[in-house]
């Protein structure tokens, strides 16, 4: 499954995109108080260490960024899972709501305090490692399912996949060639102007999947990223650009306005 003929070769057209930092610090500050004296206390340590960790050891300040590169977390060769799904809410949040914000970060960060949550995203992550995207999905971020955790749907659900993913490609790189990623509102507008600008004559159903609900849903959507990635490769002008299927979503989502 891949984007149709035309949409792989407009897409081969685009500059590979660079990695952006996002700046996490005024979030970190916002949310210090609130963690550091609850249950994740220990988690959110890990976090803050890691962070400044990747940012040449400095002490944590306002201008404390994180990338894409840290979610891979070397230190953490047997993740604790609990601090990995915050370090990755700390990513998501970042910049896009780095300004002040009603209550939906913190209850982020407070539902994973009961022993429950924390079962759901070991689950997750072990679905993850398993190869089984599906099953990661579904336990965590399916929308009004009994199994989703507390204000979490999948533009958020898919950044803690994702980030149990980054792990995978450091420690298992041979391990489940397709590999999550993140899903959300950008990337979805971008996926459905590809298709209505290029679809032509392919059939239908094999655009179900588009508007994901469901873990076989998300399952397609990063198989198709992953296999349409490999295409842009034999169809891309620039020898030097590699493509694959992170630099394809991250494409998606940074371009979701021009991308048809």
Not at 8 to 21: D, K, N, R, V, Y
Not at 131 to 139: K, R, T
Not at 154 to 162: D, Y
Not at 216 to 230: F, G, W
Request: with cysteine; proline share 5%; net charge negative.
């Amino acid at each position: 499954m891949h984007f149709p003929p035309q949409a792989i070769t407009h897409l081969a057209a685009f500059s590979a995109p660079i990695e952006q930092a996002v700046h996490v610090g005024k979030f970190i500050e916002r949310h210090d108080i609130l963690l550091s004296h609850s249950p994740l206390a220990i988690e959110w340590d890990k976090v803050k260490e890691h962070i400044s960790l990747h940012n040449g050891g400095n002490t944590l300040s306002s201008n404390s960024i994180i990338t894409r590169e840290c979610l891979a977390v070397d230190e953490f060769q047997q993740p604790n899972w609990p601090a990995v799904y915050l370090l990755s809410m700390v990513w998501g949040f970042g910049e896009t709501n780095g300004r002040p914000a009603k209550d939906g970060p913190a209850k982020l960060f407070v539902s994973t305090q009961t022993p429950q949550a924390a079962q759901r995203i070991n689950n997750a992550a072990g679905r993850v490692l398993a190869g089984d995207l599906a099953g990661a999905f579904d336990s965590l971020c399916v929308i009004d399912g009994a199994s989703k955790l507390s204000e979490i749907g999948p533009s958020f659900g898919t950044k803690f996949l994702f980030a149990v993913g980054m792990h995978l490609a450091l420690f298992l790189p041979t391990q489940n060639p397709i590999r999550p990623l993140v899903y959300d509102a950008r990337i979805k507008k971008a996926i459905d102007k590809l298709f209505a600008s290029f679809q032509a004559n392919m059939p239908a159903q094999d655009f179900l999947w588009m508007d994901v609900k469901e873990g076989v849903h998300y399952e397609a959507y990063c198989a198709c990223i992953s296999e349409s990635a490999t295409l842009m490769n034999r169809n891309s002008r620039a020898v030097h650009v590699h493509w694959d299927a992170y630099k394809l979503e991250q494409l998606l989502f940074e371009q979701a306005g021009n991308i048809a």
